[in-house]
């Protein structure tokens, strides 16, 4: 099983025709996601060819060659003529609020923000909106979602892991693909990057209990970093909420009092936020944290009992 996202996800792409959107496209495409639409109100009518190649686990389901892919003017009308309920939004952060709130509206059930820099008034805006209207946002300024072998959704590699036991969920993208990385020999059911913005759609609380009421994740690992208290708000849902194991990482340890260090949203202020302090509160209700991410996958194996 996976989380959120899985092989009858049907995807539509927003910003498709950009370089940006047509290139990730084409990766997507290629780990055998159902990518059915791109939107485009300037190029509604067109449609954009697309050279896909076997790429990644569970790409043995693509075809290698060309995928003509159809371009709507807007989410609604790709929505009612393809059936998806998955959008991924590759739009510049001008733009970004706009073709959020047009997901929304037009009832999609899962949308991934990959853009970064988006003004965070506009983000509290649409995140609000996503919740009021009951659709799973995830992002913004994140890697996406990736349930390997199925579906992927974003600018996550697909051939670095496979599937299998262990789900993660991850504030930092680079750091999402290490622990995939070192952990490929197990795979995961989903791994989910949620964004290091100060304000993000999904949470890793939103993660804990699906990965909890997964029955094909047997651990899950979470990374976390410097700044804000999500880290230790998810240690006080896990003492009440989670009974599998958990192990964590958090980036930063050695970050100065008061910078702004990768994300938005990783700063700390005297001793608010500082990874040592989220690592005491997390070890505090049994998770164990490794200093390093590869420390971090050597705990995620201890707790498989490998």
Do not use: W
Not at 53 to 76: K, N, R, S
Not at 125 to 137: M, P, Q, S, T
Not at 198 to 217: E, K, N, S, Y
Not at 253 to 263: D, I, L, N, S, V
């Amino acid at each position: 099983m996976a989380i959120f996202l899985d092989k009858n996800s049907r995807v539509i792409v927003q910003g498709m025709t950009g370089s940006e959107g047509q290139k990730h496209t084409r990766r997507m495409l290629s780990a055998g996601t159902a990518v059915v639409a791109g939107v485009n109100p300037r190029k509604a009518g067109t449609s954009v060819t697309f050279e896909a190649a076997p790429l990644g686990f569970g790409a043995h389901d693509v075809t290698a060659g060309a995928v003509e892919v159809p371009v709507y003017g807007t989410v609604a009308a790709a929505k009612e003529a393809t059936g998806a309920n998955v959008s991924v939004v590759f739009v510049p952060p001008a733009f970004a609020k706009a073709a959020v709130l047009e997901a929304v509206e037009a009832g999609v059930e899962l949308i991934v923000v990959i853009t970064e820099g988006i003004p965070v008034r506009d983000s509290t805006e649409f995140v609000a909106a996503a919740r009021a209207a009951g659709v799973r946002l995830i992002g913004p300024n994140c890697p996406g979602i990736i349930s390997p072998g199925q579906s992927n959704v974003g600018i996550t590699p697909p051939d670095i892991t496979g599937p299998g036991r262990l789900g993660l969920v991850s504030k930092s993208g680079t750091l999402t693909y290490q622990l995939m990385h070192e952990l490929r020999d197990i795979g995961f059911t989903t791994c989910i990057g949620i964004g290091g913005d100060p304000v993000v759609g999904t949470t890793h609380i939103d993660a804990l209990a699906a990965f909890q009421a997964d029955p094909d994740t047997d651990a899950i690992v979470m990374i976390g970093e410097i700044g804000g208290d999500a880290e230790e708000r998810a240690a006080a849902y896990i003492a009440e909420h989670v009974t599998k194991p958990v192990v964590a990482y958090v980036a930063g340890f050695t970050a100065p009092e008061g910078k702004t260090m990768g994300h938005a949203g990783a700063i700390v202020t005297g001793s608010s936020g500082t990874a040592e302090a989220k690592k005491v509160a997390l070890e505090a209700v049994g998770v164990q944290v490794g200093r390093t991410p590869s420390q971090t996958a050597l705990l995620a194996r201890q707790a498989l009992g490998l």
